[in-house]
């Protein structure tokens, strides 16, 4: 069976988005600063970037493929990722409206699930085959499949950024033991890869 992965760049306090998400600012005041490493200083990075593009499937929650706000779908939004996303992969997006796929430029179709976080995993994982399923984010959909045990391998590219508010990454998060397996620094941001054991 495939393994679980997420990777989430943070602030050294603990946010992965920082204040007043909007629609014009899907990560929040100086969120985008958080991943300056992925394209400022992109190729001491390329093994991490590398990593998150691997995965056969890949789940996110309905703020992180249409941006702040519930409610019923603008079936004109076709998210935030342009035309051709860089997952190249299925998506499967959690959300509590029902909406047809969305089929991208690049091999990406970002399918809609609203029975749960547990369908969408299995729903990925049928999709990914033998590669691993990654959860790319936001707070709330990480902290669902942390909570219930289901990712294998956390990655956290900590950048040296303090955001202050925002969307931090494990508020309500517990029960939870992590075991570093690999650490790696460059000039925007350090990489730790933690086991995630029950």
Known sequence: MSRVTCDLTISLDGFLAGPNQSM??????????LHRWMFED??????????ILAAGAYIMGRNMFAGPGPGAWDKDWRGWWGEEPPYHAPVFVLTHFPREPVEMQGGTTFNFVTDGIESALAQA??????????IAGGAKTVQQYLSAGLIDELR?????????????????VTNLT??????R??????????????
């Open 156 to 172: 956290l590219h900590t950048s040296p950024l303090l955001l202050g508010a925002g969307e931090r990454l494990l508020d309500g």
């Open 185 to 198: 620094g460059t000039r925007f941001v350090t990489h730790v890869r933690y086991q995630v054991t029950p």
């Open 42 to 51: 992109a190729d001491n990075n390329a093994a991490e970037v590398e990593g």
């Open 125 to 134: 994982r049928e999709a990914a085959g033998r590669k691993d399923v990654a």
């Open 178 to 183: 992590l075991e570093p397996t690999e650490v």
């Open 24 to 33: 014009t600012e899907p990560l929040g005041e100086n969120g985008e600063l």
